[in-house]
């Protein structure tokens, strides 16, 4: 029985190593969010109760597995990569995450995003050049929290200084309306 599972747990994570390499080279490559700069997103009091919680490219949805533990959100990732689908749906069925984490096995580019209060990106500034459209329809108010890159033409209402080179920017899609 635990060779089962042992052996079990080598085929996801060898599925995981080759599906990631795969993919990172057709589409952006799965660098997960370190924890220490999870640990500052919540220093920022941006995620709260029942809040709609949206992270596009969520890999293995260690953002939205983090923000699960800790407040009662509903909690959307969208993620192509086979493997880490399986892995974030596994991840996300444990008892702790109370089933307020979804993943679907979809592009962001068609992610749902019309009722999300924060998006949550750790995207390369062409992918994220690529979602303006997608960002314009999110409601008033609603926050796009993007680790380490800029959203390319549009200036972040705030910007966290996180260590000596790393950055959090803290976008409001319904304020670049007023601004062109």
């Keep these: 029985m635990i060779g089962a599972i042992v052996l079990s747990i080598i085929c ?3 599925l995981i190593v080759i599906g990631s390499l795969l993919y990172g080279f057709i589409t952006v490559p799965y660098v997960p969010t ?4 999870l640990k500052e997103i919540e220093k ?9 919680i949206v992270e596009l490219g969520s890999g293995d949805a260690s953002f939205l597995r983090y923000f699960a533990r800790r407040n009662v959100i509903k909690a ?11 892995l974030s749906t ?8 109370k089933g307020s984490i ?3 096995w979809k592009s962001y ?33 609603a926050q796009i929290i993007s680790y380490d890159f800029r959203i390319p033409g549009y200036e972040p209402q ?14 409001i899609p319904s304020a670049w309306h007023s601004e062109t």
């Design 102 to 104: 979804h993943i679907q």
């Design 44 to 52: 920022l009091n941006l995620i709260h109760d029942n809040q709609t």
């Design 109 to 141: 580019y068609d992610a749902d995003i019309v009722n999300a209060d924060i998006i949550y990106t750790y995207l390369l500034p062409k992918a994220l050049r690529s979602l303006i459209p997608l960002f314009s329809q999110m409601k008033e108010g």
């Design 90 to 97: 596994i991840l996300a069925k444990l008892p702790k995450y």
């Design 12 to 14: 996801v994570i060898i």
């Design 158 to 171: 705030q910007t966290i200084q996180i260590g000596k080179t790393k950055k959090l920017y803290i976008y």
């Design 76 to 86: 959307y990732g969208y993620e192509i990569s086979p493997p880490l689908v399986l």
């Design 34 to 37: 370190p924890q220490h700069i």
